[in-house]
T-cell receptor, first 113, second 114 residues
Framework: GNSVTQMEGPVTLSEEAFLTINCTYTATGYPSLFWYVQYPGEGLQLLLKATKADDKGSNKGFEATYRKETTSFHLEKGSVQVSDSAVYFCALSDRSNTGKLIFGQGTTLQVKP | NAGVTQTPKFQVLKTGQSMTLQCAQDMNHNSMYWYRQDPGMGLRLIYYSASEGTTDKGEVPNGYNVSRLNKREFSLRLESAAPSQTSVYFC?????????????FGPGTRLLVL
């Protein structure tokens, strides 16, 4: 079945450091891929998405490239800020009419000043 | 435009009590979902409704029931709460047209079952 695996957290970085959060997936066909972010005490918000191989999703300085050959969708940011502290979820959709998403377990990012 | 709203925000139940979590969306979305979030386990799908009038089980449906009251509203009911149902519950909605399938989440309901 479809699944998503994220790197274990928590990830602790200093402000302005480079961020990578790894995400790999298992799926049949060509899923759409997403990164969601959850700030403390809030629901999830879509951060970025990619719908086909080699697509790059980007938003708020974050980027992720859909790599079909390595079944990966790693999240990167060149210079993190304290305000980026949150839980990040990688997810995939199998493009069925149900719109169901399968989430990874989440990675907590803490950025220190 | 409120997006996805959930009530209540927080609830404490005793084992065996029942309750209904309410969810509404004002984005004219066809599909709605209920998830639970537990530490280290991400979000797990409880039930979903692909369109008005239909509901289907997700990954962890046991102990829950749902009602798609109309296109806007999708409720989750716990008939006899158990401590294992202590969790944070999120409702989400999406338009299922094309390949977008972006889900929009409510703020969550924190449930504690004693």
């Amino acid at each position: 079945g479809n699944s998503v695996t994220q790197m274990e957290g928590p990830v602790t970085l200093s402000e302005e450091a480079f961020l990578t959060i790894n995400c790999t997936y298992t799926a049949t066909g060509y899923p759409s891929l997403f990164w969601y972010v959850q700030y403390p005490g809030e629901g999830l918000q879509l951060l970025l998405k990619a719908t086909k191989a080699d697509d790059k999703g980007s938003n708020k300085g974050f980027e992720a490239t859909y790599r079909k050959e390595t079944t990966s969708f790693h999240l990167e940011k060149g210079s993190v800020q304290v305000s980026d502290s949150a839980v990040y979820f990688c997810a995939l959709s199998d493009r069925s009419n149900t719109g169901k998403l399968i989430f990874g377990q989440g990675t907590t990012l803490q950025v220190k000043p | 435009n409120a997006g996805v709203t959930q009530t209540p925000k927080f609830q404490v139940l005793k084992t065996g009590q029942s309750m209904t979590l309410q969810c509404a969306q004002d984005m004219n979305h066809n599909s709605m979902y209920w998830y639970r979030q537990d530490p280290g386990m991400g979000l797990r799908l409880i039930y979903y409704s692909a369109s008005e009038g239909t509901t289907d089980k997700g990954e962890v449906p046991n102990g829950y029931n749902v009602s798609r009251l109309n296109k806007r509203e999708f409720s989750l009911r716990l008939e006899s709460a158990a401590p294992s149902q202590t969790s944070v519950y999120f409702c989400a909605s999406s338009s299922t047209s094309g390949i977008l399938q972006t889900q929009y989440f409510g703020p969550g309901t924190r449930l504690l079952v004693l």
